[in-house]
């Protein structure tokens, strides 16, 4: 799966960011196999990885950047689950005024950007689990959510 992240810098300064991604698409599991309450505990799935066209990337003054990206979902491929991760822009700028003892003070900051997607057939799922007493209800709840 591909997908296109759009950036613009509406400053008179050209803007550098460094890409960084969280490493943990989730899964949702509990982290003993237990499931006393029902908790969604993440974990990462195995080969799931996104690559992007340029690793550092500068936008220019008052204009825009398209950052490509292909996503691979791994393991999580066709088993109906959702997969998120946070895709951090590390502004080198940021960086550069945390190391000047103080000596700038206006600068871009780094940012974060949630990634979710669905991995499967979304029409697989029921729109509405079952009664918690019923066999095959997932959530096991009596009350609404």
């Keep these: 799966m591909t997908f296109k992240v759009s950036a613009s810098a509406i400053t008179t300064d050209a803007l550098t960011d460094r890409l ?5 698409y989730k899964d949702e599991k509990s982290s003993d196999g237990k499931q006393i309450v029902p908790e969604i505990h993440p974990e990462k799935v195995k080969g799931a990885n996104i690559t992007f066209e340029h690793d550092t ?4 003054p008052n204009s825009s950047f398209d950052l490509n990206a292909v ?3 791994g393991e999580a491929k066709n088993k109906n689950k959702f997969v ?3 895709i ?5 700028e940021e960086m550069e005024a945390l190391n000047s003892n103080g000596k700038k003070i206006n600068f871009q ?3 974060s950007m949630p990634l979710m997607g669905f991995a499967g057939n979304w029409n697989h799922e029921p729109i509405l689990d079952k009664w918690a007493w019923e066999e095959g209800s997932k959530i096991k709840n ?3 959510l």
């Excluded at 951090?88 to 080198?92: I, K, L």
């Design 20 to 24: 960084k991604l969280d490493e943990t």
């Design 57 to 60: 990337f500068t936008i220019d």
């Design 71 to 73: 996503i691979n979902v």
């Design 84 to 86: 998120e991760s946070f």
């Design 88 to 92: 951090h822009f590390e502004s080198v």
């Design 109 to 111: 900051p780094s940012l």
């Design 142 to 144: 009596n009350g609404r």
